[in-house]
């Protein structure tokens, strides 16, 4: 790094972050060719381990999780690179489940700044270069990598991975990715590398993805094909081609997801016990992923932020209103202005008994008015909709008005978990 840098410029992890907002003329610029510009002298997308990469429009955050905590579980070091982080920017790197210091985190930027020289890179570009630094300096049997935004001209894929990992396709991100899903789901298999295997945990994915990992020969393993779950009154059971681990406990989150980390599992061909994976499977949590951060009344944080996430948390909610009969769901909600408000809100009308809007002050953000109007547009009641200043806000009230029998679910968007999160 420059001399000037060093005398002025980021001096802690927060101005670090600052500055490398300011170092690209737009958030989001899809493609290689820059990342490689830097990464290819200084060797950083090597990563010296078996590399797993998982895309997919939904679904990628808990299966790195699950992946991450068998691998782990079974005495292997394990990085894992995710976004976005809800709190604190070290959640995107974690080495063997915990978070790396500020200090490596500030010296990691502080190498890219030096070998970039004149190449403008997004934040989330020079993150992930940042990220396969760190975990360059450690000795790590594997590392996990989740695709920030579809995958083919993703910064992560600049990293050949051992093994691919598509979890959903769905719409979200039309301006970057199109209304296409055909098209969708080929940028998605862009993370599919020639003759690798590949596992596809959707068995009703688009065509696109399956023909595209036939066309590379990968060793493809898809759901409903070539692995499946069955599922019975209290547990679900997983069968591969070479695996098969019965009475697996079900959680909230997506058991399509969990049979899909099992194949890569059963793909990385390591002797685990059944019981723990079954351990793991149990504990499976993920912050921010159908949380439950309070009781009486109970508080759900979710993420869901497109009609896809919005369709499964109402299914997870519908659940809910079976084991809490007297339970009235009261929605505190707040989405960036490009996602499907409407439909989103359709998915769940039918579970949420009022509503409580509020606005994201940050890029792509919405005030709160155009999903409020997307509440009349639908003729929910005015006296089960209402808007407020800030999400904080709304989340006060829908509190002060439950009963403590009631479930106050939190979800639209990361900003909108986080903005509760820090505060309760």
């Known amino acids: 790094m420059n001399q000037e840098l060093n005398s002025t410029?980021?001096?802690?992890?927060?101005?670090?972050?600052?500055?490398?907002?300011?170092?690209?003329?737009?958030?989001?610029?899809?493609?290689?060719?820059?990342?490689?510009?830097?990464?290819?002298?200084?060797?950083?997308?090597?990563?010296?381990?078996?590399?797993?990469?998982?895309?997919?429009?939904?679904?990628?955050?808990?299966?790195?999780?699950?992946?991450?905590?068998?691998?782990?579980?079974?005495?292997?070091?394990?990085?894992?690179?995710?976004?976005?982080?809800?709190?604190?920017?070290?959640?995107?790197?974690?080495?063997?489940?915990?978070?790396?210091?500020?200090?490596?985190?500030?010296?990691?930027?502080?190498?890219?700044?030096?070998?970039?020289?004149?190449?403008?890179?997004?934040?989330?570009?020079?993150?992930?270069?940042?990220?396969?630094?760190?975990?360059?300096?450690?000795?790590?049997?594997?590392?996990?990598?989740?695709?920030?935004?579809?995958?083919?001209?993703?910064?992560?894929?600049?990293?050949?991975?051992?093994?691919?990992?598509?979890?959903?396709?769905?719409?979200?991100?039309?301006?970057?990715?199109?209304?296409?899903?055909?098209?969708?789901?080929?940028?998605?298999?862009?993370?599919?590398?020639?003759?690798?295997?590949?596992?596809i945990g959707d068995p009703n994915i688009v065509s696109s993805v399956t023909a595209h990992a036939t066309e590379l020969g990968c060793q493809l393993r898809h759901a409903g094909k070539n692995f499946e779950q069955t599922i019975d009154a209290d547990s679900w059971h997983y069968k591969g081609p070479g695996l098969q681990i019965d009475n697996l406990p079900i959680g909230m989150l997506p058991l399509q997801n969990a049979a899909a980390v099992l194949a890569v599992v059963e793909l990385l061909e390591l002797d685990l016990a059944p019981q723990l994976i079954r351990d793991c499977v149990k504990n499976w949590r993920v912050s921010g992923r159908l949380q439950v951060v309070a009781h009486k009344p109970m508080v759900i944080v979710d993420v869901a932020h497109n009609v896809q996430s919005a369709a499964y948390l109402a299914g997870q909610l519908r659940q809910l209103q079976h084991t809490h009969p007297q339970a009235n769901i009261l929605a505190v909600c707040a989405m960036l202005n490009d996602k499907d408000h409407a439909q989103s809100i359709m998915e769940l009308d039918s579970v949420i008994s009022s509503w409580f809007i509020a606005g994201i002050d940050a890029p792509r953000g919405d005030d709160g008015s155009k999903l409020y109007s997307q509440l009349e547009a639908l003729s929910i009641p005015i006296e089960n909709r209402s808007r407020h200043v800030s999400i904080m806000a709304a989340y006060d009230r829908a509190i002060g008005v439950s009963n403590a029998s009631d479930i106050v679910v939190v979800f639209g968007s990361f900003y909108t978990v986080a903005a509760v999160l820090e505060h309760i």
């Open 9 to 199: 410029g980021p001096q802690n992890l927060q101005q670090w972050l600052d500055y490398l907002l300011l170092q690209h003329p737009v958030e989001i610029d899809l493609g290689l060719d820059r990342l490689n510009l830097v990464a290819l002298p200084s060797k950083l997308h090597q990563l010296n381990s078996k590399v797993i990469t998982v895309a997919g429009t939904n679904g990628k955050g808990s299966s790195c999780a699950l992946l991450e905590q068998i691998l782990i579980a079974a005495g292997y070091r394990v990085g894992v690179y995710s976004s976005p982080h809800l709190i604190d920017y070290r959640e995107r790197v974690r080495v063997d489940g915990e978070m790396l210091s500020e200090s490596q985190h500030c010296q990691a930027f502080e190498y890219i700044e030096s070998v970039r020289k004149d190449v403008s890179l997004t934040y989330f570009e020079m993150g992930t270069l940042a990220a396969f630094h760190l975990f360059k300096q450690q000795t790590l049997d594997f590392v996990i990598l989740e695709v920030g935004l579809g995958g083919r001209f993703d910064a992560t894929n600049i990293v050949d991975s051992d093994i691919a990992l598509v979890t959903t396709i769905a719409h979200d991100h039309e301006a970057w990715l199109g209304k296409d899903l055909m098209l969708v789901g080929l940028e998605k298999a862009g993370i599919f590398r020639a003759g690798k295997p590949a596992v």
